[in-house]
């Protein structure tokens, strides 16, 4: 088992993508923020021992994701960024017609579809951070796709 490295390395290497993961599931960068700091400082508290870095990828992953939950449950009624804001992250015009449907899906199908296409991660891999079965992964992943090519057709035709 490998020791967990230097914070300062951790929120180098993992910090750009926490933050997205976490503004894509808040809409709230002073929201996001907070959660990627909080992350981070149980990281230093926790020091756990990972396998590997994808291994400690993933630890972070879902102590984020577990936190953005908490915090969309205590912070429910505080209002979210602007449209406009949230689409310059979108890395092409082409794209934020994508990121906007994206925006408009529930909660628990767009972390999922976040996971899989941006970040990368295996359908299983997903399910282990998400705290779900396989299959109920594959059916988010499903139902995600479904709505989004719903929504962004919408908006295209």
């Not at 933050?19 to 149980?42: G, H, M, W």
């Not at 969309?72 to 990121?99: C, N, P, Q, W």
Request: charged letters at 35%; one cysteine or more.
């Amino acid at each position: 088992m490998l020791k967990c490295g230097c914070a300062r390395e951790a929120v180098e290497r993992y910090g750009d993508m926490l933050y997205r993961i976490c503004l894509l599931a808040l809409k709230n960068t002073a929201d996001a923020e907070d959660v990627v700091q909080e992350t981070f400082i149980r990281y230093v508290q926790k020091s756990p021992d990972f396998l590997d870095g994808e291994h400690e990828k993933a630890w972070l992953i879902t102590v984020a994701t577990n936190k953005c939950r908490d915090m969309m449950r205590y912070r429910a009624r505080h209002s979210t960024e602007s449209d406009e804001l949230l689409f310059g992250y979108a890395i092409e015009k082409e794209e934020s017609g994508i990121l906007e449907a994206l925006m408009e899906l529930p909660d628990k199908y767009r972390l999922p579809l976040t996971l899989f296409y941006i970040e990368e991660y295996k359908v299983d891999e997903i399910a282990h951070i998400m705290g779900i079965s396989l299959s109920a992964a594959k059916m988010r992943l499903s139902r995600g796709r479904k709505l989004l090519k719903e929504k962004y057709r919408k908006e295209y035709m």
